[in-house]
Nanobody
Framework: QVQLVESGGGLVQPGGSLRLSCAAS???????MGWFRQAPEKEREFVAA????????VYSDSVKGRFTISRDDAKNTMYLQMNSLEPEDSAVYYC??????????????????WGQGTQVIVSS
């Protein structure tokens, strides 16, 4: 059983930065891990993913060049460094993990474990 706990959300001004963390309990080394976000009245959308090959990452077009996903398997923790934040980045951010290899990492269906979410608000 894998449990995921996000932290690091908060209120930040446009142009600012935040680093989200996702601490995992259980064995996740072989899992793909991802970040998704959901704004009010919108569907949950893919942000970024990383899998056990540490050089394999993928980003949504909306965050590419501004966000960086990483994982520290020794600490069983994944991170999302968010720079140049925009009001449109405001959402609840969720981390996820899973072993499903036949579904795109951009799909929520590729993940079986989810955290409870952490709120990010970008506002002046």
């Amino acid at each position: 059983q894998v449990q995921l706990v996000e932290s690091g959300g908060g209120l930040v001004q446009p142009g600012g930065s935040l680093r989200l963390s996702c601490a995992a309990s259980g064995r996740t080394r072989m899992h793909k891990m991802g970040w998704f976000r959901q704004a009010p009245e919108k569907e949950r959308e893919f942000v970024a993913a990383v899998w056990w090959n540490p050089n394999t990452t993928v980003y949504s077009d909306s965050v590419k060049g501004r966000f960086t996903i990483s994982r520290d398997d020794a600490k069983n923790t994944m991170y999302l460094q968010m720079n140049s934040l925009e009001p449109e980045d405001s959402a609840v951010y969720y981390c996820a993990s899973g072993l499903i290899s036949t579904i795109s990492v951009r799909s929520t269906r590729a993940y079986t474990n989810w955290g409870q979410g952490t709120q990010v608000i970008v506002s002046s």
